[in-house]
Every structure is written in structure tokens, then in C-alpha cells.
């Protein structure tokens, strides 16, 4: 068995890095975060290494710097994965608006929530903190 998982381990390793110079400290950092990971693409750049990947039916993207220490993930998803409290404070403070996308952007110290909402008359995109802070970041009239 331990042959069978140094096997795998070792090709998961091996065929992540033929899309980008990735080293194997980071690769294995990142297979034990996503375990899940499917459709795994590498790129690398001078400040450093991007991934985007598809993970339990979620789009997403994450970057590491040039020392493979991580600066930021994106993941995109529906309402349904949306935070209750951050669902709560949206239904509160834009009663009546449709939630058609969520983008999550996350920091070593924040997550951020850019909600995509519409009415009969507009589309709105609000940036929510896990806070309950909320901001208008655009609004188009349709």
C-alpha cells in the first residue's frame, strides 16, 4: 500500500510539473490542501507560481510567490456555497435582488465575497466582508 500512494504521489508530482517548474515541496503542499483537485494547470511567472483548478464542482485559482508561500486564492461558485451570515446580510441590506455569481477572493488575512446581484431594473456587484461590511463596487442600469 505505502508503494502504491509513493507511486502516486510521485506521477501526481511528475505530471504537475511538466506544466510549470513547479518544485515538489509546493507541489505536495498543494495536493495535501486540494486533495480533490481536478483539472489541475500550472503556470509560473518572475513573481511566482499560479494554479487553477476545478474542485468540488468549483472553479478556482490560487497564487504562490516565487518561494511557494501563498499570496491569494479566487474561487467562483453559486449561492448555494455562499456563507449563511454573508447570505443573511445580503438578503437583509438588498432585499428583492437575485444572486446570479459569487467570487471569493482570499488573503492570509481576509475573505472578500463579490456578490454579482440583479433587479428588474440594474445589475449590482457588492463586495462583503466576513464582517457584515458591505460595498456597491459597480452598478449598471440594464
Given at each position: ?16 510539473s ?33 494554479v ?9 485559482k ?8 501563498f ?12 456563507p ?35 433587479d ?23
Amino acid at each position: 500500500m505505502k508503494k502504491l500512494l509513493a507511486i502516486s504521489v510521485a506521477l501526481f508530482m511528475s505530471t504537475y510539473s511538466l506544466f510549470a517548474n513547479v518544485n515538489e515541496k509546493l507541489l505536495y503542499s498543494f495536493s495535501k490542501t486540494f486533495p480533490s483537485a481536478e483539472n489541475v494547470k500550472w503556470s509560473e511567472d518572475a513573481n511566482g507560481y499560479f494554479v487553477s483548478f476545478t474542485q468540488s464542482g468549483m472553479h478556482s485559482k490560487v497564487a504562490y510567490d516565487a518561494q511557494g508561500g501563498f499570496l491569494y486564492a479566487i474561487r467562483y461558485y453559486n449561492e448555494e456555497n455562499l456563507p449563511v451570515s454573508v447570505l443573511l446580510t445580503l438578503r437583509r441590506k438588498f432585499a428583492g435582488k437575485k444572486i446570479s455569481g459569487i467570487t471569493e477572493s482570499s488573503t492570509p488575512d481576509n475573505i472578500t465575497y463579490h456578490v454579482k446581484l440583479e433587479d428588474e431594473k440594474s445589475w449590482y456587484t457588492v463586495g462583503v466582508t466576513t464582517s457584515g461590511g458591505t460595498v456597491i463596487e459597480e452598478h449598471f442600469k440594464k
